[in-house]
């Protein structure tokens, strides 16, 4: 199959990059990062989560990041709702679309959310419906759609029965998830096959975390399976509080390295992009974790 010449990247780092930061990080600096990724030129950035403060205290102030960014057109802003209270409290800060979020595995479903996959389905359906009626677009999260921290390995039959769940109650788009970075290219494709048995190649987005640095190898695999959407944090930022020792997600800064230098074009302004990175690393007292923004800001240092 020919790679995309464009891929779209959505910047999962001000939600699935500083969910698990143990600091609370003022929304203002949160607002600042999105302003940050927008002059970069993302045009889909996932902001925040509607989710129980108890369970993520650092997504707490959802509605004070909503309400304090500066919207740019073209740009879509997307909220992570688990069910009706999350979606409810999300209505208010008028996200273009909201991502229900469910797993392949049913322990990860029941640490992660609470409930099973049945269950979790049971509370996404009104949420789905009630979003498409206001207008806004659903995407559908599979966690661990290759492995798990509780199971191990998760077989495709499961992505599969997850992704056509996802597809009955009205979800226009998944992220294939690899939430703990264990997967190789070859079993993130066979992931990805289950995945199209239910969604076509333009409603599947890649989402790798990075923790065995495969991350860009299995972005290379989804391409090359006519996947071109993926969701990646700017300096690659994040982890899971329910997937203990997984990192965060691919860097944005090195996916678009990869890709430019591939020939496909993201919209995306390498520099600026890691200015935002940078930016977000001073405040949390670290490197960027991405081998991209290094190189370029020693470079520069230089
Ligand atoms: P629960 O405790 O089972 O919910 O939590 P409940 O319905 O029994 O309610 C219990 C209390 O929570 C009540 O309050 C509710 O009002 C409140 P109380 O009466 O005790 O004061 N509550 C809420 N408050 C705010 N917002 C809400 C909400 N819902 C209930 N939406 C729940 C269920 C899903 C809420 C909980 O388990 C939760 O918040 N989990 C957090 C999950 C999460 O954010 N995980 C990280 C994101 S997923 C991820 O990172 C993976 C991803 O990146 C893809 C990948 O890499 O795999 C997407
Ligand atoms: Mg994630």
């Not at 500066?70 to 909201?98: C, M, W």
């Not at 703990?180 to 995945?195: C, D, F, R, W, Y």
């Amino acid at each position: 199959m020919p790679l995309p010449s464009r891929v779209q990247i959505i910047d999962v780092g001000p939600r699935d990059g500083l969910q698990n930061e143990k600091l609370p990080v003022p929304a203002a600096i949160k607002i600042e990062l999105v302003h940050r990724l927008q002059a970069a030129g993302l045009t889909e950035i996932e902001v925040t989560s509607f989710v129980s403060p108890k369970w993520v205290p650092q997504m707490a102030d959802a509605a004070a990041v909503m309400a304090g960014i500066q919207r740019q057109a073209g740009v879509r802003y997307s909220v992570l709702t688990p069910n009706q209270i999350g979606f409810e409290a999300a209505v208010h800060s008028k996200p273009d679309e909201i991502v229900v979020f469910g797993a392949a595995s049913e322990a990860f479903s029941r640490k992660n959310i609470n409930c099973s996959i049945a269950e979790s389905i049971e509370r996404f359906a009104p949420v789905v419906q009630a979003a498409l009626a206001a207008g806004m677009a659903v995407r559908g999260a599979m966690s661990c759609a290759v492995g798990c921290p509780y199971e191990g390995d998760v077989s495709p039959s499961s992505v599969s029965y997850l992704a056509g769940l996802m597809k009955q109650i009205g979800v226009q788009r998944v992220d294939m998830a690899d939430t703990i970075g264990t997967g190789t290219p070859l079993k993130v494709q066979k992931a990805i096959e289950a995945t199209l048995e239910h969604f076509d190649a333009d409603h599947v987005c890649g989402h790798f975390h990075d923790t065995y640095g495969q991350a860009l190898a299995n972005t290379l695999a989804a391409l090359q399976m006519g996947v071109w959407n993926f969701q990646s944090s700017v300096a690659g930022l994040g982890g899971c509080p329910y997937a203990k020792g997984a990192t965060g997600n691919v860097a944005t800064e090195d996916v678009v390295y990869m890709l430019h230098g591939m020939g496909i074009s993201t919209g995306i302004d390498l520099d600026q992009l890691v200015d935002a990175g940078a930016f977000i690393s001073e405040f949390l007292g670290r490197q960027p974790n991405s081998n991209v923004a290094k190189a370029i800001l020693n470079k520069r240092a230089g």
